[in-house]
């Protein structure tokens, strides 16, 4: 747990800075909250790590194309939190535009697209 602590720390400061010099949908403040979204998930507390991912998506939905990789990202770091909850539904809803970006952006090979698909029958299998 000392290495998830320390990390939030670290973040959280960095975050401190960017929230006082940059504006507000800035793509370094959505990374900043993506990065401490995954640390909580890491630790296993999902309905924290979903704060700082609804950050992130709220800024990347001002800011990039819809069909933009990092967004995808953004969906499936929401699908997988809700899935450690056991919140089957809300992961599914999530994971499902994932791929649908990631089949719209990426090469058909792509292993992301593969991930994708993978995590949404885990879910399913769970429901």
């Known amino acids: 747990m ?20 940059l504006p507000p949908n800035h793509p370094s403040l959505a990374i900043s909250y993506s990065n401490i979204g995954l640390v909580y ?3 296993g507390d999902y309905s ?3 704060e700082f991912y609804d ?6 939905e001002k800011t990039l194309p ?14 997988a939190a809700y899935s450690g909850m056991g919140d089957w539904s809300k992961a599914l809803s999530f994971l499902e535009k994932t791929l649908a970006i990631r089949q719209n952006s990426l ?12 995590n949404i ?3 399913k299998q769970k429901m």
């Open 66 to 79: 819809p069909n933009h990789p990092s967004l995808a990202t953004s969906y499936n770091n929401i699908g």
């Open 2 to 21: 000392g290495g998830y602590s320390k990390a939030l720390e670290f973040y959280d400061k960095t975050l401190k800075i960017y929230e006082k010099t």
């Open 48 to 50: 924290k790590a979903l």
């Open 55 to 60: 950050k992130t998506l709220k800024i990347e």
């Open 107 to 118: 090469p058909p090979t792509h292993p992301d697209i593969k991930r994708a698909i993978d």
């Open 121 to 123: 029958d885990y879910v």
């Open 41 to 43: 998930d890491n630790m």
